[in-house]
């Protein structure tokens, strides 16, 4: 079945450094990877999403890498600053286009 | 900026019970979601509605619930004889076009069921 998962349930960074939070997708027939970010108490928040025939997008501090090859997501944040604390859910969107699956979920912890 | 409201914050049942939640999304959205998170667990799709039917449902999203969307505004999430395993946060979300990652989520509802 459809499942999307990530390596690493938590990661620690020291404020300025560069984070990068990895994601397995199972579907090859996905058309959207999204990553949101929750933090305590509040619904998913958008951060940026790449279709399948991407390999790489580029936000505001904020990367985006798919490899198709081994299905796999990353997403990389720049400086990553305090306010960056947050629990990160890759997501995919089937081909479909109304179902989102979410993965497990990674917390970041910034350390200032 | 205009965002995807929820009411009730927080809703106390008795199991058994039915409850509505409701959601206001976005003015110019035209596709509604909802989702539901159990405490320290992922965020889990149920459902996904345009143009005023169910577009897609998740294994979750049996006979027990329904959506609806009685007015212009308005997106409501009913769970019938709720159980203790709907005690969760469920979260509305709308967007403008299918398919992409750009969903707006409201805050949720925290579902309790006694």
């Known amino acids: 079945g459809e499942s999307v998962g990530l390596h690493l349930p938590t990661l620690s960074v020291q404020e300025g450094d560069n984070s990068i939070i990895n994601c397995a997708y199972s579907?090859?027939?996905?058309?959207?990877f999204i990553w949101y970010k929750q933090e305590s108490g509040k619904g998913p928040q958008f951060i940026i999403d790449i279709r399948s025939n991407m390999d790489k997008r580029q936000g505001q501090r904020v990367t985006v890498l798919l490899n198709k090859t081994v299905k796999h997501l990353s997403l990389q944040i720049a400086a990553t600053q305090p306010g960056d604390s947050a629990v990160y859910f890759c997501a995919e969107t089937g081909s479909g286009g109304f179902k989102t699956i979410f993965g497990a979920g990674t917390r970041l912890f910034v350390k200032a | 900026e205009p965002e995807v409201t929820q009411t009730p914050s927080h809703q106390v049942t008795q199991m058994g019970q039915e409850v509505i939640l409701r959601c206001v999304p976005i003015?110019?959205?035209?596709?509604f979601y909802w989702y539901r998170q159990i405490l320290g667990q992922k965020v889990e799709f149920l459902v996904s509605f345009y143009n005023n039917e169910i577009s897609e449902k998740s294994e979750i999203f049996d006979d027990q619930f329904s959506v609806e969307r009685p007015d212009g505004s308005n997106f409501t999430l009913k769970i019938r004889s709720t159980k203790l395993e709907d005690s969760a946060m469920y979260f509305c979300?709308?967007?403008?076009?299918w398919g992409s990652g750009t969903q707006y989520f409201g805050p949720g509802t925290r579902l309790l069921v006694l």
């Open positions: 979300a709308s967007s403008t076009i």
């Open positions: 579907n090859s027939a996905s058309d959207y």
């Open positions: 003015s110019n959205h035209l596709y």
